[in-house]
T-cell receptor, first 113, second 112 residues
């Protein structure tokens, strides 16, 4: 049973455009929602994270939007650049105790000139 | 500043062989994790540890074993390798809630 559903599987965006990746979760006990960025041959790296007490968090060109009632959250990449081409994973964890992350299936983002 | 170090980077095993994937972190993190990554499937948790001497199963533990004798090391043991264990394995560590994971660069394992 997949607890975090991520879409789309792949995404092609023109340079300068907005990239949007969506995730939906089922477990209402989730209270920490990070996004990870992975380049080929590398391990994932933490990009940005949000908790459900806020509806939006912005760091530079990256923004997380969070909708608690719909159990959805999304990553927006503004002014997308070729260097943003990577695989993006959303994730969620349930409690403060052991912080086990459940990951989405990933989105391969390609930014074209 | 090494972070999380995984060895080996690549390995080919024959069916039925055994091996240990090594993971070491130098950040004094209490929490450590092993994930496997398969195409289109995301990352699945195999085992995790919240401190030396404490380990627990994740979502896909069958065919694997772990130990955590020190804070720094968290090796993953594969016994009787099967083709279904062909995957990329990632070790990660964390200092606690809300601090995120630091991942190693992965081990690509092929079982033939």
């Amino acid at each position: 049973q997949q607890q975090v559903k991520q879409s789309p599987q792949s995404l092609i965006v023109q340079k300068g455009g907005i990239s949007i990746i969506n995730c939906a979760y089922e477990n209402t006990a989730f209270d920490y929602f990070p996004w990870y960025q992975q380049f080929p041959g590398k391990g994932p790296a933490l990009l940005i994270a949000i908790r459900p007490d806020v509806s939006e968090k912005k760091e530079g060109r990256f923004t997380i939007s969070f909708n608690k009632s719909a159990k959805q959250f999304s990553l927006h990449i503004m002014d997308s650049q070729p260097g943003d081409s990577a695989t993006y994973f959303c994730a969620a964890s349930e409690d403060f105790g052991n912080e086990k992350l459940t990951f989405g299936t990933g989105t391969r983002l390609t930014i074209i000139p | 500043n090494a972070g999380v170090t995984q060895t080996p980077k690549f390995r080919i095993l024959k069916i039925g062989q055994s091996m240990t994937l090594q993971c070491t972190q130098d950040m004094n993190h209490n929490y450590m994790y092993w994930y496997r990554q398969d195409p289109g499937m995301g990352l699945k948790l195999i085992y995790y540890s919240v401190g030396a001497g404490i380990t627990d199963k994740g979502e896909v533990p069958n065919g694997y074993n772990v130990s955590r004798s020190t804070t720094e090391d968290f090796p993953l043991r594969l016994e009787l390798a099967a083709p279904s264990q062909t995957s990329v394995y990632f070790c990660a560590s964390s200092s606690g809630p809300s601090y995120g994971y630091t991942f190693g660069s992965g081990t690509r394992l092929t079982v033939v």
